[in-house]
């Protein structure tokens, strides 16, 4: 399986370890994430049409080093999974969309080579942050809220129906007790907040469970990490 994501930080941090979940669990998942760091669809849908700006290629979590377009990695053969998001700050705010979103996937309906578009729902900002006041929440469930919204309504205007649930998975992480799974109040916890990502990811895109994947990420004990797969795939199910 193949999965391009056009993303940003986000998606890098939901990317770091797929690779090493599927291949654990006796599966081969290819992850390839453009990133350019707060890159907002309106940023991408610029960069798709006037190739303006490349992005840092990263290969199943890591740095290639390499900077590419769009066009390029489109042009690089068949995608089992395209996804797609807005960028963190913007998420719940569903006109920062549009026309954006459509104009994007009416690209890669005339132009990509793949199976299935994916809109993978970013998650919110960490309680008593600067970052959350600054976004005009007091609490994280009123800013997830509306992102939720954001991603349904944006979907069903563009007809993508599967949908990478990170967002909700982070906030009943939350609600069951975790107690943080933000790094710097916005970005996932590493190596905790991306693995339960990855998790996510895995669960979603092949359809199969995480409890099958055994891959504990550098810095994480093996009790913590089952403990995680039984979560992600309890919220998925």
């Keep these: 399986m193949r999965v391009l994501s056009i993303g940003n930080s986000f998606s890098q941090d939901a990317t770091a370890y797929v690779h090493q979940i599927a291949e654990s669990a006796g599966e081969n998942v290819e992850t390839v994430n453009l990133y350019i760091g707060g890159c907002s669809l309106e940023r991408h849908w610029n960069n798709l049409t006037l ?11 890591q740095s290639t080093g390499e900077y590419v377009t769009i066009r390029e990695m489109l042009a690089d053969g068949h995608w089992d999974y395209i996804t797609l998001q807005q ?3 913007a998420s719940h705010k569903i006109a920062t969309f549009f026309p954006f979103l459509t104009q994007i996937v009416d690209y890669l309906k005339e132009n990509a080579d793949y199976g299935e578009l994916v809109m993978h729902q970013t998650w919110f900002y ?7 006041a600054n976004q005009g929440y007091e609490k994280h469930e009123d800013m997830f809220a ?6 349904a309504e944006a979907m069903e205007r563009v007809g993508i129906k599967k949908m990478i649930p990170s967002g909700q998975v982070f906030a009943n992480l939350l609600d069951d007790g975790v107690g943080k799974v933000h790094r710097d109040h916005f970005h996932a916890l ?18 199969k469970s995480c409890l099958e994947a055994d891959y504990v990420p550098e810095g994480m004990c093996a009790e913590l990490a089952r403990a995680a797969r039984e979560m992600v795939h309890r919220y998925l199910v």
């Design 51 to 61: 190739e303006t700006e490349k992005y840092l290629k990263e290969v199943n979590g």
């Design 126 to 132: 960490e309680d008593k942050s600067e970052m959350l």
């Design 146 to 151: 509306n992102i939720k919204k954001s991603y």
């Design 190 to 207: 590493i190596p905790f907040g991306r693995y339960v990502l990855g998790l996510v990811w895995y669960e979603t895109l092949t359809g």
């Design 87 to 89: 960028v963190s700050g």
